[in-house]
Protein backbone atom coordinates (compact mmCIF):
# COMPACT_ATOMS: atom_id res chain seq x y z
CA UNK A 1 0.00 0.00 0.00
CA UNK A 2 2.72 2.55 0.91
CA UNK A 3 4.24 1.53 -2.56
CA UNK A 4 1.22 2.16 -4.29
CA UNK A 5 0.35 5.35 -2.51
CA UNK A 6 4.20 6.85 -2.93
CA UNK A 7 3.41 6.51 -7.07
CA UNK A 8 0.15 7.73 -6.84
CA UNK A 9 1.75 11.23 -5.45
CA UNK A 10 3.92 11.06 -8.17
CA UNK A 11 1.76 10.61 -10.86
CA UNK A 12 -0.26 13.40 -9.57
CA UNK A 13 2.92 15.83 -9.49
CA UNK A 14 3.62 14.29 -13.18
CA UNK A 15 0.50 15.42 -14.44
CA UNK A 16 0.50 18.68 -12.93
CA UNK A 17 3.88 19.80 -15.23
CA UNK A 18 1.69 18.07 -18.03
CA UNK A 19 -0.18 21.03 -19.30
CA UNK A 20 -0.55 20.14 -22.91
CA UNK A 21 -0.31 22.49 -25.98
CA UNK A 22 -1.48 24.97 -24.18
CA UNK A 23 -0.37 27.77 -27.18
CA UNK A 24 -1.55 25.31 -29.96
CA UNK A 25 -2.47 26.95 -33.24
CA UNK A 26 -5.11 25.32 -35.99
CA UNK A 27 -3.56 25.21 -39.30
CA UNK A 28 -7.21 26.15 -40.20
CA UNK A 29 -6.66 29.60 -37.68
CA UNK A 30 -3.76 31.27 -39.23
CA UNK A 31 -2.90 32.90 -42.32
CA UNK A 32 0.11 31.67 -43.67
CA UNK A 33 2.12 34.52 -44.72
CA UNK A 34 5.68 34.25 -46.94
CA UNK A 35 6.39 37.51 -47.71
CA UNK A 36 5.99 40.76 -45.48
CA UNK A 37 6.86 44.71 -47.01
CA UNK A 38 7.00 47.36 -45.06
CA UNK A 39 6.63 50.95 -46.59
CA UNK A 40 6.27 53.90 -44.68
CA UNK A 41 2.87 56.66 -45.74
CA UNK A 42 3.29 60.07 -46.10
CA UNK A 43 1.90 60.92 -42.24
CA UNK A 44 4.87 58.70 -41.29
CA UNK A 45 3.59 55.69 -40.65
CA UNK A 46 4.30 52.02 -41.41
CA UNK A 47 2.10 50.12 -44.48
CA UNK A 48 2.39 46.49 -43.77
CA UNK A 49 1.78 44.41 -46.67
CA UNK A 50 1.48 40.61 -46.26
CA UNK A 51 1.41 38.19 -49.13
CA UNK A 52 -0.97 35.39 -47.64
CA UNK A 53 -1.40 31.89 -49.40
CA UNK A 54 -4.61 30.92 -50.40
CA UNK A 55 -5.04 27.54 -49.14
CA UNK A 56 -7.92 26.08 -51.32
CA UNK A 57 -5.99 27.63 -54.59
CA UNK A 58 -2.73 25.91 -53.63
CA UNK A 59 -4.02 22.69 -52.49
CA UNK A 60 -6.42 22.29 -55.79
CA UNK A 61 -4.64 20.27 -59.15
CA UNK A 62 -6.41 21.99 -61.41
CA UNK A 63 -6.93 25.42 -60.11
CA UNK A 64 -10.37 27.69 -59.36
CA UNK A 65 -9.14 30.52 -61.04
CA UNK A 66 -8.20 32.62 -58.18
CA UNK A 67 -5.21 33.90 -56.84
CA UNK A 68 -2.45 31.37 -55.21
CA UNK A 69 -2.01 34.46 -52.59
CA UNK A 70 -3.93 36.75 -51.27
CA UNK A 71 -2.75 40.54 -50.20
CA UNK A 72 -3.61 42.17 -46.94
CA UNK A 73 -2.82 45.45 -45.91
CA UNK A 74 -2.76 47.82 -42.95
CA UNK A 75 -1.35 50.91 -41.29
CA UNK A 76 0.12 51.90 -38.09
CA UNK A 77 2.27 53.79 -35.94
CA UNK A 78 3.91 50.77 -35.23
CA UNK A 79 4.91 47.28 -37.22
CA UNK A 80 2.96 45.38 -34.54
CA UNK A 81 -0.01 47.60 -34.66
CA UNK A 82 -0.44 47.43 -38.55
CA UNK A 83 -0.07 43.66 -38.15
CA UNK A 84 -2.63 43.51 -35.23
CA UNK A 85 -5.07 46.14 -37.76
CA UNK A 86 -5.05 43.26 -40.63
CA UNK A 87 -7.52 41.01 -38.29
CA UNK A 88 -10.32 43.81 -39.09
CA UNK A 89 -9.86 42.30 -43.15
CA UNK A 90 -8.30 38.76 -42.39
CA UNK A 91 -10.28 36.35 -41.22
CA UNK A 92 -7.48 34.51 -40.12
CA UNK A 93 -4.76 35.86 -37.54
CA UNK A 94 -1.58 36.66 -39.89
CA UNK A 95 1.20 33.91 -39.36
CA UNK A 96 4.54 34.80 -40.48
CA UNK A 97 6.41 31.77 -38.92
CA UNK A 98 7.10 30.41 -42.45
CA UNK A 99 8.28 33.92 -44.16
CA UNK A 100 10.40 33.53 -47.21
CA UNK A 101 11.40 36.98 -47.95
CA UNK A 102 10.95 40.74 -46.17
CA UNK A 103 11.60 43.55 -48.82
CA UNK A 104 12.11 46.84 -47.42
CA UNK A 105 10.43 50.11 -49.40
CA UNK A 106 13.28 52.15 -50.79
CA UNK A 107 12.06 55.44 -48.53
CA UNK A 108 11.71 53.49 -45.54
CA UNK A 109 15.13 52.37 -45.77
CA UNK A 110 16.19 55.65 -46.16
CA UNK A 111 14.66 56.82 -43.07
CA UNK A 112 15.85 53.72 -41.21
CA UNK A 113 15.43 49.78 -41.18
CA UNK A 114 16.41 49.84 -37.37
CA UNK A 115 12.81 50.14 -35.57
CA UNK A 116 10.67 47.95 -37.71
CA UNK A 117 13.14 45.35 -37.67
CA UNK A 118 12.87 45.06 -34.08
CA UNK A 119 9.68 43.38 -33.58
CA UNK A 120 10.65 40.79 -36.65
CA UNK A 121 14.04 39.89 -34.26
CA UNK A 122 12.00 39.98 -30.82
CA UNK A 123 8.84 37.66 -32.10
CA UNK A 124 9.99 34.03 -30.44
CA UNK A 125 7.61 32.74 -33.76
CA UNK A 126 9.03 34.04 -36.28
CA UNK A 127 12.22 31.95 -38.11
CA UNK A 128 15.10 34.44 -39.03
CA UNK A 129 16.37 32.47 -42.40
CA UNK A 130 14.52 34.56 -44.53
CA UNK A 131 16.11 36.79 -47.27
CA UNK A 132 15.60 40.72 -46.83
CA UNK A 133 15.37 42.61 -50.41
CA UNK A 134 15.23 46.47 -50.55
CA UNK A 135 12.72 47.57 -53.30
CA UNK A 136 14.59 49.74 -55.49
CA UNK A 137 12.94 53.01 -56.70
CA UNK A 138 9.60 51.95 -55.44
CA UNK A 139 7.80 50.81 -52.36
CA UNK A 140 7.62 47.06 -51.27
CA UNK A 141 3.56 47.23 -51.82
CA UNK A 142 4.18 47.45 -55.59
CA UNK A 143 6.68 44.34 -55.51
CA UNK A 144 4.71 42.10 -53.33
CA UNK A 145 1.43 42.57 -55.69
CA UNK A 146 3.23 41.40 -59.38
CA UNK A 147 1.91 38.32 -60.30
CA UNK A 148 4.59 35.46 -61.12
CA UNK A 149 5.38 32.49 -63.24
CA UNK A 150 7.36 28.96 -63.08
CA UNK A 151 6.17 29.06 -59.45
CA UNK A 152 2.49 29.31 -58.10
CA UNK A 153 3.51 31.70 -54.66
CA UNK A 154 5.21 35.32 -55.72
CA UNK A 155 7.43 34.90 -52.26
CA UNK A 156 8.54 31.06 -53.29
CA UNK A 157 9.74 32.49 -56.69
CA UNK A 158 11.41 35.40 -55.13
CA UNK A 159 13.13 33.19 -52.48
CA UNK A 160 14.37 30.76 -55.22
CA UNK A 161 15.39 33.18 -57.75
CA UNK A 162 17.75 34.94 -55.24
CA UNK A 163 19.18 31.56 -54.00
CA UNK A 164 20.15 30.72 -57.40
CA UNK A 165 21.46 33.74 -58.69
CA UNK A 166 23.84 33.86 -55.82
CA UNK A 167 24.80 30.51 -56.39
CA UNK A 168 24.99 31.54 -60.42
CA UNK A 169 26.04 35.15 -60.66
CA UNK A 170 28.29 37.34 -58.11
CA UNK A 171 26.27 40.76 -58.42
CA UNK A 172 23.58 39.66 -55.67
CA UNK A 173 23.58 38.22 -52.03
CA UNK A 174 21.75 36.75 -49.81
CA UNK A 175 21.23 37.99 -46.26
CA UNK A 176 18.92 36.62 -43.67
CA UNK A 177 17.82 38.97 -40.39
CA UNK A 178 20.86 36.93 -38.46
CA UNK A 179 23.54 38.39 -40.77
CA UNK A 180 21.47 41.55 -40.88
CA UNK A 181 21.69 42.09 -37.26
CA UNK A 182 25.18 41.19 -36.83
CA UNK A 183 26.31 43.93 -39.70
CA UNK A 184 24.19 46.79 -37.71
CA UNK A 185 25.70 46.13 -34.37
CA UNK A 186 29.12 45.70 -36.01
CA UNK A 187 32.42 48.46 -35.18
CA UNK A 188 33.84 47.70 -38.63
CA UNK A 189 31.27 46.54 -40.94
CA UNK A 190 28.63 48.48 -42.61
CA UNK A 191 25.08 46.30 -43.93
CA UNK A 192 24.85 45.50 -47.79
CA UNK A 193 21.05 44.28 -48.73
CA UNK A 194 20.20 43.47 -52.24
CA UNK A 195 18.15 45.35 -54.63
CA UNK A 196 14.60 44.31 -56.40
CA UNK A 197 12.80 45.90 -59.03
CA UNK A 198 9.37 45.25 -60.83
CA UNK A 199 9.57 46.04 -64.64
CA UNK A 200 6.06 46.50 -66.00
CA UNK A 201 5.03 46.54 -69.82
CA UNK A 202 2.56 47.03 -71.70
CA UNK A 203 -1.27 47.47 -69.81
CA UNK A 204 0.10 47.86 -66.16
CA UNK A 205 -3.75 45.86 -64.94
CA UNK A 206 -3.02 43.40 -67.43
CA UNK A 207 0.46 42.63 -65.70
CA UNK A 208 -0.82 42.44 -62.33
CA UNK A 209 -3.75 40.13 -63.18
CA UNK A 210 -3.89 36.45 -63.06
CA UNK A 211 -3.20 36.20 -66.53
CA UNK A 212 0.60 37.79 -66.62
CA UNK A 213 1.22 34.01 -64.97
CA UNK A 214 -0.43 32.45 -67.79
CA UNK A 215 1.55 34.55 -71.34
CA UNK A 216 5.06 33.64 -72.20
CA UNK A 217 5.95 36.80 -72.07
CA UNK A 218 4.92 38.30 -69.19
CA UNK A 219 4.24 41.78 -69.14
CA UNK A 220 5.39 41.89 -65.21
CA UNK A 221 8.52 40.48 -64.15
CA UNK A 222 10.55 41.02 -60.88
CA UNK A 223 14.27 40.97 -60.95
CA UNK A 224 16.95 41.30 -58.40
CA UNK A 225 19.40 44.51 -59.37
CA UNK A 226 22.17 46.07 -57.63
CA UNK A 227 23.50 45.73 -54.06
CA UNK A 228 22.14 48.69 -51.25
CA UNK A 229 24.77 50.50 -49.31
CA UNK A 230 23.82 51.57 -45.80
CA UNK A 231 25.55 53.45 -43.33
CA UNK A 232 24.57 52.06 -39.65
CA UNK A 233 20.44 51.34 -40.48
CA UNK A 234 19.90 53.94 -43.26
CA UNK A 235 20.23 53.66 -47.00
CA UNK A 236 22.84 55.73 -48.66
CA UNK A 237 23.33 54.22 -52.06
CA UNK A 238 23.67 51.32 -54.23
CA UNK A 239 26.75 49.50 -55.64
CA UNK A 240 26.89 48.77 -59.43
CA UNK A 241 27.71 45.33 -61.07
CA UNK A 242 31.35 45.36 -60.80
CA UNK A 243 31.09 46.83 -57.42
CA UNK A 244 28.43 44.27 -55.93
CA UNK A 245 30.85 41.70 -57.25
CA UNK A 246 33.85 43.03 -56.09
CA UNK A 247 31.99 42.87 -52.52
CA UNK A 248 30.70 39.52 -52.76
CA UNK A 249 34.50 38.52 -53.84
CA UNK A 250 36.19 39.92 -50.85
CA UNK A 251 33.46 39.14 -48.34
CA UNK A 252 33.84 34.94 -49.68
CA UNK A 253 29.77 35.38 -50.85
CA UNK A 254 30.71 34.33 -54.40
CA UNK A 255 29.58 30.43 -55.27
CA UNK A 256 29.99 30.49 -58.91
CA UNK A 257 30.16 33.00 -61.80
CA UNK A 258 31.06 34.38 -65.34
CA UNK A 259 33.79 36.33 -66.52
CA UNK A 260 34.84 37.69 -69.74
CA UNK A 261 38.89 38.15 -70.91
CA UNK A 262 40.24 39.12 -73.88
CA UNK A 263 42.57 36.69 -75.58
CA UNK A 264 45.99 37.69 -76.23
CA UNK A 265 45.87 38.42 -79.97
CA UNK A 266 42.03 39.29 -80.13
CA UNK A 267 38.47 38.38 -79.27
CA UNK A 268 36.96 36.74 -76.03
CA UNK A 269 37.23 34.00 -73.74
CA UNK A 270 34.80 33.38 -71.00
CA UNK A 271 35.84 31.74 -68.05
CA UNK A 272 33.84 30.23 -65.18
CA UNK A 273 34.76 30.53 -61.74
CA UNK A 274 34.72 27.56 -59.73
CA UNK A 275 36.10 28.49 -56.51
CA UNK A 276 37.01 32.12 -54.43
CA UNK A 277 38.40 32.37 -51.76
CA UNK A 278 39.65 35.81 -49.88
CA UNK A 279 42.05 36.10 -47.09
CA UNK A 280 42.04 39.64 -45.93
CA UNK A 281 44.39 40.62 -43.32
CA UNK A 282 44.80 44.11 -41.40
CA UNK A 283 48.01 45.62 -40.25
CA UNK A 284 48.84 48.58 -38.01
CA UNK A 285 51.93 50.92 -39.43
CA UNK A 286 53.29 53.95 -37.34
CA UNK A 287 49.24 54.43 -36.08
CA UNK A 288 48.38 54.10 -39.89
CA UNK A 289 45.93 51.14 -40.85
CA UNK A 290 46.57 49.22 -44.05
CA UNK A 291 44.75 46.57 -45.89
CA UNK A 292 46.17 43.15 -47.58
CA UNK A 293 43.87 40.90 -49.64
CA UNK A 294 45.02 38.02 -51.25
CA UNK A 295 42.27 36.25 -53.73
CA UNK A 296 42.95 32.52 -54.75
CA UNK A 297 40.42 31.64 -57.46
CA UNK A 298 40.03 28.66 -59.48
CA UNK A 299 38.23 28.48 -63.29
CA UNK A 300 36.97 26.74 -66.15
CA UNK A 301 37.38 27.25 -69.95
CA UNK A 302 33.56 28.23 -70.65
CA UNK A 303 33.88 29.47 -74.15
CA UNK A 304 36.46 30.23 -76.83
CA UNK A 305 35.51 32.97 -79.63
CA UNK A 306 39.04 33.50 -80.79
CA UNK A 307 42.12 31.56 -82.71
CA UNK A 308 43.78 29.97 -79.48
CA UNK A 309 45.64 26.65 -78.90
CA UNK A 310 44.19 25.61 -75.54
CA UNK A 311 46.58 22.13 -75.55
CA UNK A 312 49.63 24.06 -75.08
CA UNK A 313 50.44 24.92 -71.61
CA UNK A 314 51.93 28.60 -71.82
CA UNK A 315 48.39 29.46 -73.60
CA UNK A 316 46.42 28.70 -70.54
CA UNK A 317 49.60 30.64 -68.59
CA UNK A 318 48.66 32.98 -70.98
CA UNK A 319 44.85 33.25 -70.03
CA UNK A 320 45.57 32.86 -66.22
CA UNK A 321 47.71 36.24 -66.32
CA UNK A 322 45.10 38.13 -68.56
CA UNK A 323 42.29 37.57 -65.90
CA UNK A 324 44.55 38.17 -62.79
CA UNK A 325 45.39 41.41 -64.29
CA UNK A 326 41.44 42.05 -65.42
CA UNK A 327 40.49 40.72 -61.83
CA UNK A 328 43.34 43.17 -59.90
CA UNK A 329 42.15 46.22 -61.88
CA UNK A 330 38.17 45.92 -60.95
CA UNK A 331 39.06 44.80 -57.51
CA UNK A 332 41.19 48.03 -56.98
CA UNK A 333 39.05 50.48 -58.59
CA UNK A 334 36.06 48.94 -56.95
CA UNK A 335 37.24 49.44 -53.25
CA UNK A 336 38.50 53.28 -54.75
CA UNK A 337 34.98 53.84 -55.83
CA UNK A 338 33.39 52.51 -52.35
CA UNK A 339 35.78 54.71 -50.46
CA UNK A 340 35.30 57.64 -52.30
CA UNK A 341 31.96 57.67 -52.76
CA UNK A 342 30.23 56.48 -49.85
CA UNK A 343 32.71 56.32 -47.05
CA UNK A 344 31.00 53.20 -45.14
CA UNK A 345 32.78 49.92 -44.70
CA UNK A 346 30.81 47.42 -46.10
CA UNK A 347 33.85 45.06 -46.69
CA UNK A 348 34.92 44.55 -43.22
CA UNK A 349 38.40 45.88 -43.05
CA UNK A 350 37.74 47.22 -39.92
CA UNK A 351 36.74 43.79 -38.52
CA UNK A 352 40.41 43.01 -39.87
CA UNK A 353 42.10 45.60 -38.68
CA UNK A 354 40.61 44.69 -34.61
CA UNK A 355 42.00 41.25 -35.34
CA UNK A 356 45.62 41.97 -36.10
CA UNK A 357 45.92 45.36 -33.69
CA UNK A 358 43.06 45.24 -31.15
CA UNK A 359 44.45 48.76 -28.79
CA UNK A 360 45.32 50.16 -31.84
CA UNK A 361 41.76 49.73 -33.22
CA UNK A 362 40.51 51.38 -30.17
CA UNK A 363 41.84 54.74 -31.05
CA UNK A 364 40.80 53.94 -35.18
CA UNK A 365 37.42 52.99 -34.77
CA UNK A 366 36.29 56.52 -33.17
CA UNK A 367 36.89 57.82 -36.48
CA UNK A 368 36.91 54.80 -38.74
CA UNK A 369 34.63 56.23 -41.86
CA UNK A 370 37.64 58.61 -42.31
CA UNK A 371 40.22 56.59 -41.98
CA UNK A 372 38.73 53.74 -44.34
CA UNK A 373 38.31 56.43 -46.84
CA UNK A 374 41.82 56.97 -47.06
CA UNK A 375 42.81 53.45 -46.59
CA UNK A 376 45.82 51.92 -48.59
CA UNK A 377 44.25 48.29 -50.07
CA UNK A 378 47.01 46.09 -51.47
CA UNK A 379 45.22 43.42 -53.50
CA UNK A 380 46.99 40.33 -55.18
CA UNK A 381 44.98 38.03 -57.30
CA UNK A 382 46.07 34.21 -58.18
CA UNK A 383 44.04 32.54 -60.73
CA UNK A 384 43.80 28.96 -62.31
CA UNK A 385 42.20 27.43 -65.11
CA UNK A 386 41.76 24.04 -64.05
CA UNK A 387 39.84 21.85 -66.93
CA UNK A 388 39.47 23.33 -70.46
CA UNK A 389 35.55 21.41 -71.30
CA UNK A 390 35.07 18.48 -73.22
CA UNK A 391 36.91 19.48 -76.05
CA UNK A 392 40.48 20.65 -76.72
CA UNK A 393 40.73 23.53 -79.59
CA UNK A 394 37.17 25.38 -80.57
CA UNK A 395 35.79 24.19 -83.90
CA UNK A 396 35.91 28.17 -85.07
CA UNK A 397 39.36 27.58 -85.45
CA UNK A 398 38.39 25.03 -88.13
CA UNK A 399 35.72 27.55 -89.79
CA UNK A 400 38.85 29.71 -90.40
Excluded at 33 to 41: N, P, S
Excluded at 163 to 185: G, H, N, P, R, Y
Excluded at 271 to 284: E, F, T
Excluded at 311 to 326: G, N, Y
Amino acid sequence: MKWSFKILIILIIVLLFTTGCWNRREINELAITLAIGLDTTMDGQYLVTAQVVNPGEVASEGGSGSSSVVIYQATGETVFEAFRKMTREAPRKIYPSHLRILVIGESLAKEGIGKPLDLLFRDWELRSDFYISIAKGMNAEDILKVPTTLEKIPANHLFDTLKVSEKAWSATSSVTLDDLIADLVSDGKQPVLTGIEAFIKGNEEAALSKRNEEMIDSPARLLFDGLAVFDKDKLIGWLNEKQGRTYNAVTNKVKSTVVNISCPKEGKAVLQLLKSKAKVKGKVKNGKPEIDIEFHREYNVGEIECNIDLTKPETIDKLEKIEEQRATKMFEQSIKQVQEEFEVDIFGFGEAVHRADPKAWKKLSKNWDKEFEELPVNIKVEAKIRRIGTVGNSFLKELK
